[in-house]
C-alpha cells in the first residue's frame, strides 16, 4: 500500500477504532492546555456529553464577530466545535464540517436534531460531509464561499499539509480569515516519527517544523499570518517522550487573512481605534499575542495590520486612519518573549 494511502488509513484506524474517548490518548498533544474562555464554557454547556467525550482538540480557535457568517469546519470529528460554531454563528449563519472518518461522522449526524432542538433553531444550521480536507472540492465547497474557516488539531494528521492550506486558500471569500489551533515543532520530525501510527495519531508525528510551515504560508499567498497562543506540549507517555527525544512540541492556535499584505509589517502611519463594539469582546479586542486594542484607544499599526483589520468582517468594529501614499520603513512591532520565534512577520 502506498505510505499516503497507509498513513490515511493508520489516522482512521486510530480515530475511528482505537480511541473510544479522550480518555484513551496517551498524551496531552490532542487536549486543550487551558480551560476554554468564559464564553465558550457557556456555549458548551448546550452540547451533548457523549459528543464532547470524543473531542481531541487541542485549542479553542472558535471565532468571534461571526453571527450570519457561514464557518467550515476541518476536520470536525464529533462536531463538538461545529455545534459551538452553530450557536455562534446563530439560525441565519451556516456551519459546514468535513471529515474523514466515519464513525466520527456518525456521532455528529445522530446529534444534529438534539442540538437544533436545544438552540431553538426551526431549521438545522449544520451539515457534515465526509471527505477529506486536501480535496474540499470533493466535498462540495466552492472556491470563495467560506466566511471562515477553524480546524482544531487536524491538520497535523493530513499527509499532504500543502494541498490542505491550499484548499483554504481557495475557498475562504476575499477579507476571509483562517483561525486553527494545532501542534508544531521546533524542528523536523524525523520520517520513522512521522510514520509511526502512534505517534502520528497523538498528533506530534505530523507537527510542521515551524518554519516550514512560515514559508509554506507565504508560497500559497497567506504573507503574515498571526500567532494567538503558544504552550509547550509535555509528552507524560515514557514510550512517546523516548521515541520523541529532543524534539520540542508546542500547541498554538494561529490566524491568517486572505487580504492583500505584504511579507513583512511595513509602516505608513495608519492608527487604528476599536469601537468595543464586538458583543463578545466590549472592553478590548486581541488580534495575535502582542495587539490588543482597548476600546476608544488609539493604537499604531502596521500596514498589515491595518488591511486585517479594515479588509475582513473586523472592518465595521474598528476606525483606521492613514493610507498608503507615505512609506515610513519597517514597522517594529517585533512580539516580546518566547513567542517571538513563532510569527509569520515581524508583527
Known amino acids: 500500500m502506498p505510505v499516503l494511502q497507509k498513513t490515511i488509513r493508520d ?85 459546514i464540517g468535513v471529515d474523514m472518518t466515519e464513525e466520527q461522522l456518525s456521532v455528529a449526524n445522530q446529534y444534529v436534531g438534539w442540538h437544533m432542538d436545544r438552540f431553538g433553531y426551526s431549521r438545522p444550521n449544520v451539515r457534515f460531509v465526509r471527505g477529506y480536507i486536501e480535496d474540499l472540492g470533493a466535498a462540495g465547497i466552492q472556491d470563495a464561499s467560506i466566511d471562515i474557516v477553524i480546524s482544531n488539531c487536524v491538520i497535523n494528521l493530513s499527509p499532504d499539509k500543502q494541498a490542505v492550506f491550499r484548499e483554504i486558500h481557495r475557498v475562504l471569500k476575499p477579507g476571509g480569515e483562517l483561525y486553527f489551533s494545532d501542534v508544531f ?54 514510550e512517546i517522550a523516548r521515541k520523541a527525544g529532543m524534539i520540542d512540541f508546542y500547541s498554538m492556535t494561529l490566524r491568517a487573512f486572505k487580504v492583500e499584505l505584504e511579507d513583512v509589517c511595513e509602516n505608513y502611519g495608519h492608527v487604528a481605534w476599536y469601537n468595543g463594539s464586538i458583543p463578545e469582546c466590549p472592553h478590548s479586542f486581541v488580534l495575535d499575542d502582542h ?57
Open 11 to 95: 489516522i482512521q484506524d486510530y480515530y475511528g477504532q482505537v480511541l473510544k474517548t479522550n480518555a484513551d490518548l496517551k498524551t496531552s498533544a490532542c487536549c486543550p492546555l487551558d480551560a476554554p474562555p468564559p464564553r465558550v464554557q457557556a456555549l458548551l454547556k448546550n452540547v451533548h456529553e457523549t459528543v464532547q467525550a470524543r473531542f481531541y482538540g487541542c485549542g479553542s480557535p472558535l471565532p468571534v464577530a461571526a453571527a450570519h457568517c457561514t464557518v467550515l469546519d476541518l476536520g470536525c470529528g464529533t462536531g463538538r466545535d461545529a455545534f459551538i460554531l452553530s450557536q455562534i454563528v446563530g439560525s441565519g449563519g451556516s456551519v
Open 185 to 238: 515543532a521546533g524542528r523536523r520530525v524525523p520520517a520513522e516519527l512521522q510514520h509511526d501510527p502512534v505517534i502520528r495519531g497523538e498528533c506530534l508525528g505530523g507537527a510542521l517544523y515551524i518554519e516550514d510551515f512560515r514559508r509554506m504560508m507565504r508560497s500559497i499567498g497567506f504573507l503574515d499570518y498571526r500567532t494567538v497562543s503558544k504552550r509547550q506540549i509535555t509528552l507524560d507517555d515514557p
Open 291 to 347: 495587539h490588543e486594542f482597548k476600546t476608544g484607544q488609539p493604537a499604531p499599526v502596521c500596514g498589515n495590520t491595518a488591511n486585517m483589520l479594515s479588509q475582513t468582517r473586523y472592518g465595521d468594529h474598528f476606525r483606521i486612519e492613514g493610507d498608503f501614499s507615505t512609506h515610513y520603513g519597517l514597522f517594529d512591532c517585533t512580539p516580546q518573549g518566547p513567542a517571538a520565534a513563532a510569527s509569520g512577520a515581524c508583527c
